[in-house]
């Protein structure tokens, strides 16, 4: 018997289906994941075996293989240690999986068989209900997927009351959205004494989303002005707010299930690498201007940036998005900002 399960992987801002396929079979004790695991998902094996312990089971003596596929896409992140373990569960009879058949599956395990928080929940809910599917995540994450809409969100603190709610013997409740973060202005225009020229500008350049550049002494308050520039910007629209949080939520900075209301001001050091402003790594990840999308980029002292970080955002301004390719993975991230830099 094959247990299936669903789940999703991340590409950018983007949730891809899953299917997580567990087979038990005769032979030599041994617990397989196959389907292009990264590091992190190939140790679910201790983890998924730990948790099912914790919970006062054992593994079969047998081979335990699970199949991850399409087996030809990356899967990374530590989000796939609980639907393995329900499709084990599954195998083993402990759970009907065609139960689980109705819902998308994400979160991570612990070794005492609790569900820990893992990015990129909201993409999944939003994902689950394109596809007329619930979704299974970790209880702290519950309000963060209950905005997706009229999907259906178990929030699971723990194995072990997950599989109570399937039996019936303890039913677990439907999650609130989390609160709407309220705009929080850290710098007022205000402020700044003087410099009605550079207020003018600093005023142009918001109302016609164009990059503005500030040169002066030390001193003048062009710092002060770069950071006052979300405050007078208009408040995120509904749709732009679920944007930003799409953002948010698969660089994993998005906390309490809170909706993001506030424009984005990032401010990255003079000393960021390429990788850390415009995206990428070994596990992709959205940079600082993806992370400024739909609000304010601020490069202080642009001078002392690198020439090669400097002119890889010339894409993602001209584009308004971020292309990164590697040889297992092609994402793409939006990056509509305005830019305010800084020269003394």
């Given at each position: 018997m094959v247990?299936?399960?669903s789940t999703?992987a991340?590409?950018?801002?983007?949730?891809?289906g899953?299917?997580?396929q567990?087979?038990?079979?005769?032979?030599?004790?041994?617990?397989v994941?196959v389907?292009?695991?990264?590091?992190a998902?190939g140790?679910?094996?201790e983890?998924v075996?730990?948790?099912i312990?914790a919970?006062?089971?054992?593994l079969p003596?047998?081979?335990i293989?699970?199949n991850?596929?399409p087996?030809?896409?990356?899967?990374e992140?530590?989000?796939?240690?609980?639907?393995?373990a329900l499709?084990?569960?599954?195998?083993?009879?402990?759970?009907?999986?065609?139960?689980?058949?109705?819902?998308?599956?994400?979160g991570?395990?612990?070794?005492?068989?609790?569900?820990a928080?893992?990015?990129?929940v909201?993409?999944?809910?939003?994902?689950?209900g394109?596809?007329?599917r619930?979704?299974i995540?970790?209880a702290a994450?519950?309000?963060?997927?209950?905005?997706?809409?009229s999907v259906?969100?178990l929030g699971?603190?723990?194995?072990?009351?997950?599989?109570?709610?399937?039996?019936?013997?303890?039913?677990?409740?439907?999650?609130?959205?989390?609160?709407?973060?309220?705009?929080?202005r850290?710098?007022?225009?205000?402020?700044?004494?003087?410099?009605?020229?550079?207020k003018?500008?600093?005023?142009?350049?918001?109302a016609?989303?164009?990059?503005?550049?500030?040169?002066?002494p030390?001193?003048?308050?062009?710092?002060?002005?770069a950071?006052?520039?979300?405050g007078?910007l208009?408040?995120?629209?509904?749709a732009e707010a679920l944007e930003v949080?799409?953002?948010?939520?698969?660089?994993?900075?998005?906390?309490?299930?809170?909706?993001?209301?506030?424009?984005?001001?990032r401010?990255?050091?003079h000393?960021?690498?390429m990788?850390?402003?415009?995206?990428g790594g070994?596990r992709?990840?959205p940079g600082?201007?993806?992370?400024a999308?739909?609000?304010?980029l601020f490069l202080?002292?642009?001078?002392?940036f690198q020439?090669?970080?400097?002119d890889?955002?010339?894409?993602?301004?001209?584009?308004?998005?971020?292309?990164?390719?590697?040889?297992?993975a092609h994402?793409?991230?939006p990056?509509?900002?305005n830019?305010?830099?800084?020269?003394d």
């Amino acid at each position: 018997m094959v247990a299936i399960v669903s789940t999703v992987a991340y590409l950018g801002i983007d949730a891809r289906g899953v299917e997580v396929q567990c087979q038990i079979t005769p032979g030599m004790p041994r617990f397989v994941v196959v389907g292009l695991p990264d590091k992190a998902v190939g140790e679910s094996r201790e983890r998924v075996r730990a948790a099912i312990a914790a919970i006062g089971l054992s593994l079969p003596p047998k081979v335990i293989t699970v199949n991850l596929s399409p087996a030809d896409l990356p899967k990374e992140g530590s989000h796939y240690d609980l639907p393995i373990a329900l499709a084990l569960l599954g195998a083993m009879g402990v759970i009907d999986a065609e139960t689980l058949a109705g819902y998308m599956i994400v979160g991570e395990l612990g070794l005492d068989g609790r569900v820990a928080a893992s990015p990129g929940v909201l993409l999944a809910a939003i994902h689950a209900g394109s596809v007329e599917r619930g979704l299974i995540c970790p209880a702290a994450q519950g309000p963060e997927a209950a905005w997706a809409g009229s999907v259906e969100v178990l929030g699971a603190p723990d194995l072990l009351s997950l599989l109570a709610h399937f039996k019936g013997q303890a039913i677990l409740s439907p999650p609130v959205p989390g609160e709407v973060e309220a705009p929080v202005r850290a710098a007022d225009l205000a402020q700044v004494k003087g410099q009605e020229t550079a207020k003018r500008a600093l005023e142009i350049a918001a109302a016609g989303a164009h990059n503005l550049l500030f040169s002066g002494p030390p001193g003048s308050g062009k710092s002060l002005m770069a950071a006052c520039m979300p405050g007078i910007l208009p408040e995120l629209t509904p749709a732009e707010a679920l944007e930003v949080s799409m953002i948010a939520s698969v660089a994993g900075s998005l906390e309490g299930g809170r909706l993001v209301r506030a424009r984005p001001f990032r401010a990255p050091h003079h000393s960021a690498s390429m990788p850390a402003l415009v995206g990428g790594g070994l596990r992709v990840r959205p940079g600082e201007v993806s992370l400024a999308h739909l609000g304010v980029l601020f490069l202080d002292e642009l001078p002392e940036f690198q020439r090669g970080v400097l002119d890889s955002l010339r894409q993602p301004l001209e584009t308004g998005e971020v292309s990164v390719a590697r040889a297992n993975a092609h994402v793409t991230f939006p990056a509509r900002v305005n830019a305010a830099m800084h020269v003394d």
